[in-house]
């Protein structure tokens, strides 16, 4: 296990159209996180799961945003009918109780919206 | 509503000048501090938390909870600490233990 993996890195789409990433966490992390960064700001919250349950989602996220976590494994981000305003590059991360939440974060996925 | 300001977003330094990067914050309950650290086309990586006290790299970081500040600080700075730093915050007495909130980030760049 190399650390936390995204698919695909990179993705760019047409306004209009739906797109889904995918976040490979440390084997043992029971939480994993979905970060969103745009140009010069840190990443903001968007939601983050234990297990397969979703805990939380920010205000950011809007109905166009879902997230999926079933088998408490990887996890998927589906933008539906995606905007320019959803460019940016979505991080996401995996942490452990046992490790403090220390949060591990992957490369990210960098979508462009055309 | 908890926030993280990182007030600077570009610090100049020249190698083995100390270097101070600031972060308030505004949070009502219990937090925990970290910094993180990104490098030139590296991921997101954790420096220090507050509650280890460790020093990492040359770096340290006090938990002023009366300033609500959580700066940090190296003695020396060498060319290989240039990077993008971020403070970030989060509720240590919530279920939301390990949700965070980050700043904006602070660009290092050490001159020779």
């Known amino acids: 296990d190399t650390g936390v993996s995204q698919d695909p890195r990179h993705k760019i789409t047409k306004r209009g159209q739906n797109v889904t990433f995918r976040c490979d966490p440390i084997s043992e992390h029971n939480r994993l996180y979905w970060y969103r960064q745009t140009l010069g700001q840190g990443p903001e919250f968007l939601t983050y799961?234990?297990?397969?349950?979703?805990?939380?989602k920010s205000r950011l996220l809007s109905d166009r945003f879902s997230a999926e976590r079933p088998k408490g494994s990887f996890s998927t981000l589906e933008i539906q009918r995606t905007e320019q305003g959803d460019s940016a590059m979505y991080l996401c991360?995996?942490?452990?109780?046992?490790?403090?939440?220390?949060?591990?974060f992957g490369p990210g996925t960098r979508l462009t919206v055309t | 509503a908890q926030r993280v300001t990182q007030p600077e977003k570009l610090l100049s330094v020249f190698k083995g000048a100390p270097v101070e990067l600031k972060c308030n914050y505004s949070?009502?309950?219990?937090?925990?501090l970290f910094w993180y650290v990104q490098y030139s086309r590296q991921r997101l990586q954790l420096l220090l938390r507050?509650?280890s006290r460790e020093s990492i790299k040359g770096f340290t970081a006090d938990l002023n909870k009366g300033e609500t500040s959580f700066h940090l600080k190296k003695p020396f700075a060498q060319e290989e600490d240039s990077a993008m730093y971020y403070c970030a915050l989060s509720d240590m007495t919530t279920d939301s233990w390990g949700k965070f909130q980050f700043g904006a980030g602070t660009q290092v760049v050490v001159t020779p």
């Open positions: 799961f234990q297990n397969e349950a979703q805990l939380e």
């Open positions: 991360a995996s942490s452990s109780l046992r490790a403090g939440h220390e949060q591990y």
């Open positions: 507050h509650i």
């Open positions: 949070y009502s309950g219990s937090p925990e």
